[in-house]
């Protein structure tokens, strides 16, 4: 949205933002009064609807959840779609039984806004994160997160050309796509789930059945934007008891004014070089 993707919003001008948190100034639905405090994650937020990044905004009731009691308005926001997203990956790799004792799970792009939340996630549930990156700075942050291991981008890279590799991983959260996506599938073991989240590298997958046929792996998709809303509420309940990371949001996140968002942090989160999640004050 912020760089003009006219697959995302087709009409500019326009105000971005797809998370917003704050107070019900006023409400024409029974659910929700004045001065309830509320979130809103995904949905047209911010997309082909003006989004979070103002004062007021004016949502239909049905994308808006009350604030979790253990969770304040700001925790909310830490965590974001990209929390959100990240937890949609942990529940669905629990709902296809994939357990701690089956080994290592990766996270790729995990000094991102979805990766950086899936290190801290998983660690929380007990799993061994291996974290991929490709900043050579991110092994301190990424440890303090939960990660086990940090490892460079090349060790998702496969350039041997075979359609399944010697088992390396047990399942994995994947930001990235293309050939990452791909060697994921061909290394992970039997009956692991590997979930799809993001394509910063590529939309584009390359994939042999064998994966599936011989090794049992799944691969899921993550639609956080559109999912509906007792699955959501159900997400949001986890995130504030049992997946409950509040402790990880001081290095996670930096609070920035709206003026300072366009003059350097679009063009390095666009970049790839940003840390954590970005938080805008209005
Ligand atoms: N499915 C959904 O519902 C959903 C929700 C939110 C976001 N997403 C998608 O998930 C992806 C990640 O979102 P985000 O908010 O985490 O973005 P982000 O904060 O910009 O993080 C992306 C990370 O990916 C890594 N990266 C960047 N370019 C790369 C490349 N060419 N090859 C390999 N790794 C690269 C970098 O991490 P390292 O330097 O650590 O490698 C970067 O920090 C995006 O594609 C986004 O659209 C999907």
């Known amino acids: ?14 105000t971005p933002g797809i ?16 001065d309830d405090e509320v979130i809103v994650t995904g949905y047209d937020l911010g997309m082909n609807t003006d989004g979070g990044f103002a004062e007021y905004i004016r949502v239909p009731a049905d994308w808006v959840v009350t604030r979790p009691r253990g969770l304040t308005l700001r925790d909310c926001m830490s965590l974001g779609t990209a929390g959100y997203t990240a937890a949609v990956a942990l529940y669905k790799m629990q709902a296809l039984q994939q357990d701690p004792s089956m080994g290592p799970v990766v996270v790729t792009g995990s ?28 092994e301190e942050y990424l440890k303090h997160l939960g990660a086990s291991r940090v490892e460079s981008r090349e060790f998702v890279e496969d350039l041997s050309g075979k359609s399944l590799l010697k088992t390396r991983w047990a399942g994995a959260v994947d930001t ?8 994921l599938l061909k290394a992970c073991g039997p009956e692991g789930t590997i979930v799809s989240t993001g394509m910063v590298q590529s939309h584009a997958l390359t994939t042999t059945l064998y994966p599936f046929i011989l090794n049992g792996v799944n691969l899921v998709g993550v639609g956080s934007a559109g999912m509906d809303m007792t699955t959501r509420k159900k997400i949001w309940k986890l995130l504030e008891e049992d997946w409950n990371i509040k402790d990880k949001f001081p290095a996670i996140v930096k609070e920035i004014k709206l003026e300072e968002l366009a003059t350097n942090h679009v063009e390095t989160i666009l970049e790839g070089k940003n840390m954590g999640r970005v938080l805008v004050k209005i």
């Open 19 to 34: 998370d917003a948190g704050g107070i019900v100034e006023m409400s024409k639905n029974a659910d929700f009064a004045a």
């Open 111 to 138: 000094t991102g806004g979805v990766g950086s939340l899936a290190v801290a996630l998983l660690a929380k549930a007990g799993y061994e994160v291996i974290a991929v990156t490709g900043k050579s700075n991110a």
């Open 176 to 183: 990235v796509g293309g050939t990452t996506l791909s060697m």
């Open 1 to 14: 949205s912020a760089s003009g993707h006219k697959g995302i919003t087709k009409q500019y001008p326009h």
